[in-house]
């Protein structure tokens, strides 16, 4: 079946602008992450949400980030006002009720200019 | 807090040589734990995992081996081959029963020497 999808793959903004990035998780799947990635480091943690209950926000870097889970299925996270450190791949997962794999998506490659 | 530990953070081994990657882990509570593999450009894949009610488990040349007491659980590669070339990651669930997060180590940066 068809796995997580992200969109756009590419994405490159002037500083200052906003961005939208989108996340498809695998339909049914009940739990999703964000994540940052910057260039050969590890994986930042962001945001999590898990069914209808409040969002895990810990991660989010700064008030400049959120994120928005609509109808329980696909996700947008915003950038405000983009600075050039907010330049990462962002990748999302999603778990299925077993809240244990993590299925990956290709991720959204951000750069700030 | 909460965390996962994971070491090495960098390993060189020499093809046909064994690997071992090593994450330690705060929450008793954690009850699975997987590896995930990432390739150069790639997203991570689910390469093996293991629940807490055994302490070893292997898939050809790759086992995972877990130590409950101890908090802390291992990747071993035998047998190193160039496309093993990669960043490792562990993970466990931390927050307690129920409410559990999967949280990620900081990677391990593999790389077989031909």
């Known amino acids: 079946g068809a796995g997580v999808s992200q969109s756009p793959s590419n994405k490159v903004t002037e500083k200052g602008k906003d961005v939208e990035l989108r996340c498809d998780p695998i339909?049914?799947?009940?739990?999703l992450y964000w994540y940052r990635q910057s260039l050969g480091q590890g994986l930042e943690f962001l945001i999590y949400?898990?069914?209808?209950?409040?969002?895990?926000k810990s991660g989010l870097p700064s008030d400049r980030f959120s994120a928005e889970r609509t109808g329980g299925s696909v996700s947008t996270l915003t950038i405000q006002r983009t600075q050039q450190e907010d330049s990462a791949v962002y990748l999302c997962a999603s778990t299925g009720t077993q809240r244990e794999t993590q299925y990956f998506g290709p991720g959204t490659r951000l750069l700030v200019l | 807090g909460e965390n996962v530990e994971q070491h090495p953070s960098t390993l060189s081994v020499q093809e046909g040589d064994s690997a071992v990657i090593k994450c330690t882990y705060s929450?008793?509570?954690?009850?699975?734990f997987p590896w995930y593999k990432q390739e150069l450009g790639k997203r991570p894949q689910l390469i093996i995992d293991i629940r807490s009610n055994v302490g070893e488990k292997k898939d050809q040349r790759i086992a995972v081996t877990l130590n409950k007491t101890a908090k802390h659980f291992s990747l071993h590669i035998t047998e190193t081959q160039p496309e093993d070339s990669a960043v490792y990651f562990c993970?466990?669930?931390?927050?307690?029963?129920?409410?559990?997060?999967?949280?990620f180590g900081q990677g391990t940066r593999l790389t077989i020497n031909p």
């Open positions: 929450d008793s509570a954690s009850n699975y």
């Open positions: 949400f898990q069914g209808n209950s409040a969002p895990d």
């Open positions: 993970a466990a669930p931390l927050g307690g029963k129920g409410a559990q997060k999967l949280v």
């Open positions: 339909s049914g799947h009940t739990a």
